[in-house]
């Protein structure tokens, strides 16, 4: 399939220090809880994770959505729950890309439930062609109008994770 790059690996690795570093200092003198969303957050989370200099604890949640591959259709199911005790810790919900904002306010929901200090997003990508519900997004990687992206973490089909750059599938 034809792809064009979109965010290169230096843009990306740059801001994710950017956002490391303010993380680092928003929460000085705290530790805090970074949940991933499988699978897409993974590289995201584990690059951001290593630019951080405060104390940090990692899980991961999984959340399935139902409907044809390339829009999310609105139901949101979570498989996989953490498995780190949320009670009076700060924790930073760490996502690929929001879209339509079903998955993460699902998310969040559910995460509210379970007693954090506090909870803040932190998303690579904030896409805003098709935004159906308001999601707070406290730390942005890219805003990007449009398009279907692939590569460092986002995929087709589970293809094209591993892409160290962005690309837009054409
Ligand atoms: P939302 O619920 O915000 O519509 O969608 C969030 C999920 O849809 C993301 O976690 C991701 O799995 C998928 N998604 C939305 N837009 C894109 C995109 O441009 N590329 C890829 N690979 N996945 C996307």
Redesign the pocket.
């Known amino acids: 399939m034809e792809r064009a790059l979109l965010i290169s690996q230096e843009k990306i690795q740059g801001r994710v220090k950017e956002i490391a570093a303010q993380i680092s200092s928003d929460y000085e003198g705290e530790d805090v809880v970074l949940i991933g969303?499988l699978n897409?957050a993974v590289f995201f989370l584990a690059d951001l994770a290593r630019e951080i200099t405060i104390p940090v604890r990692i899980d991961f949640m999984r959340a399935a959505?139902y409907g044809s591959r390339?829009t999310?259709s609105g139901k949101?199911q979570l498989t996989k729950d953490v498995e780190i005790p949320l009670r009076d810790r700060s924790v930073i919900l760490v996502?690929?890309?929001?879209?339509?904002?079903?998955?993460?306010s699902h998310i969040i929901e559910d995460l509210k439930g379970k007693g954090p200090r506090s909870l803040k997003t932190c998303v690579l990508i904030d896409?805003l062609e098709?935004r159906e519900t308001h999601v707070s997004i406290d730390y942005c990687g890219f805003r990007v109008e449009e398009?279907?992206?692939?590569g460092y973490g986002?995929?087709?089909d589970e293809q094209y994770r591993n892409l160290p750059d962005i690309h837009v599938l054409k």
């Open positions: 969303v897409g959505s390339q999310s949101v996502e690929d890309i929001v879209d339509t904002g079903l998955t993460l896409k098709r398009g279907f992206l692939v986002l995929d087709f």
